[in-house]
């Protein structure tokens, strides 16, 4: 009895960003965790044993939920659970795109009443703010946590030079807002190569280049040096024919999205912010990767990149592709990163191969993909502990996590080293992004931002793309409920 006539009080004291006037989405928050319900939320099953670390590499410490914890508000760890929550509703993605794609976002009063949902759930959870400044000012505060920030201004693709120019000035601006902040607290700045080069002309180097690569005869005029782009086991059957030359218009437009592609790089140079380039679906990954190897080839220089490739190894070729370009890159003496991540495009990727009459180009299984994932963290830190390249790896999953921290501490790597750094996307997984910063390794979070209605397309987007890493955030929210759980007793006690 205790317990219920406590609630109401401890409630109040539970949730300190609560505000009256708040839209009908913070009252569906408040409603979703109301004394009548908070038993069951914090209550709820802890998640099943395949969500817990390997026995067999116990580096990370997930258990002390205080320690875990201890730089995030109530009010933060409390709101992060709900989203977390809602966002795990496959459901409730649907829901958001019909909305989103329907004629009834032409309505002003039901538009204004979506962004204001968005914005007080997912785009506070899993964005950085409206701008540069404010994405900045976010990054400091998760500095004080130890934790670093990854800056990513979320654009969708662009479709001419004009709106390529208008992108490239906010990418530069977000450089410019890394120089405000204490040293090392921004760790990278995050570029998708289709917000600076037309989509359609990313498609069609890509084309030549896949074609290339099966032709040696075939010649690019155009084409700067770079590093291996293909494997043998890549997927060529997006060019079944031979692709027309570029004209000088495209040859024109591709010397303008190259020149947008330096100056972002002169930029981080200035302001020693090291930039990772996005992957994106196969369609357009040649050329992705022409961008960013042949931009390394000319500012990696010294000891430590600026320029990170991004490998998504739920590719079946990717492991191949890695293994031969960051050997070709030692070889030319060039330090190279490389982002791991398991990628984000799996049902447009098997959709696009089935309509086609082909295989896909992602692994048959889970598993598959965690193997090749966990093989290519491994091959990177050795690379590491032999003096070559350098590795952002970009993990949510928990046993990823231990066994690459055990890897590093096998090789001796040491745990400031810079060319080691582990991600998380911004309001998931805090709990291995915690374990691990407390383990004493190096953790950015990546951190998109921009404005609402512009930021709204690409969150349902990723949301869309990644469903399956949402609905799978178990362990965290087991967390963050067992912590939430711990604060509630210590108030009443």
Request: net charge neutral; glycine share 6%; proline share 6%.
């Amino acid at each position: 009895m205790a317990h219920r006539v406590a609630c109401p009080k401890i409630i109040q004291r539970l949730r300190p960003f609560a505000k009256p006037h708040y839209s009908a989405a913070h009252s569906s928050i408040t409603a979703t965790v109301s004394p009548l319900n908070l038993h069951q939320f914090l209550n709820a099953p802890p998640p099943t044993a395949v969500d817990h670390p390997s026995p067999t590499t116990p580096i990370l410490d997930v258990d002390d939920v205080k320690g875990l914890f201890s730089s995030v508000s109530t009010g933060k760890l409390l709101r992060s659970a709900v989203n977390l929550h809602a966002a795990a509703v496959e459901p409730m993605i649907d829901l958001g795109m019909w909305v989103m794609n329907s004629k009834l976002m032409r309505t002003p009063l039901l538009r204004e009443a979506t962004v204001g949902t968005i914005k007080h759930t997912f785009y506070d959870q899993f964005c950085a703010g409206p701008g540069p400044a404010e994405a900045a000012r976010t990054a400091a505060r998760i500095w004080d946590s130890g934790l670093k920030g990854m800056l990513v201004y979320a654009l969708e693709h662009a479709s001419d030079n004009e709106s390529c120019d208008r992108n490239l000035e906010g990418f530069l601006q977000t450089v410019e807002s890394a120089k405000s902040l204490p040293t090392s607290s921004v760790s990278f700045v995050v570029v998708k190569i289709t917000a600076i080069c037309p989509l359609g002309l990313l498609k069609r180097v890509s084309d030549l280049l896949r074609w290339e690569y099966n032709n040696e005869s075939f010649q690019l005029p155009w084409k700067l040096n770079t590093l291996p782009i293909f494997a043998d086991s890549s997927p060529f059957y997006h060019t079944p024919s031979k692709p027309d030359p570029l004209t000088v218009e495209e040859e024109t437009d591709l010397h303008f999205a190259q020149q947008r592609m330096l100056k972002i790089c002169q930029s981080c140079i200035e302001a020693n912010v090291p930039l990772t380039i996005d992957a994106e679906d196969t369609s357009v990954q040649p050329g992705i990767d022409y961008f960013t190897y042949s931009a390394a080839l000319m500012y990696n220089v010294g000891d430590n990149p600026i320029i990170y490739g991004t490998i998504q190894t739920y590719l079946k070729d990717a492991k191949e592709r890695l293994i031969i370009s960051a050997n070709a890159a030692e070889k030319m003496g060039v330090p190279m990163g490389f982002k791991l991540v398991r990628g984000a495009y799996m049902s447009s990727e098997r959709q696009l191969a089935s309509s086609l009459g082909v295989e896909s180009p992602i692994h048959n299984t889970i598993d598959q993909t965690h193997a090749c994932f966990n093989d290519c963290t491994s091959f990177m830190l050795e690379k590491i502990a032999s003096g070559s390249g350098a590795v952002i790896i970009a993990t949510h999953n928990m046993d990823s996590g231990n066994k690459a921290a055990a890897k590093a501490r096998d090789l001796g790597i040491q745990n400031g080293n810079q060319k080691l750094q582990f991600a998380q996307l911004y309001g998931m997984a805090d709990g291995l992004s915690f374990g691990l910063k407390n383990a004493g390794f190096q953790v950015s979070k990546y951190m998109p931002f921009g404005p609402v209605e512009l930021v709204m397309p690409y969150l349902l987007r990723r949301a869309e793309e990644n469903r399956g890493l949402l609905s799978t955030s178990t362990l965290d929210r087991y967390l963050m409920r067992k912590e939430l759980k711990r604060r509630l007793k210590a108030a009443i006690l």
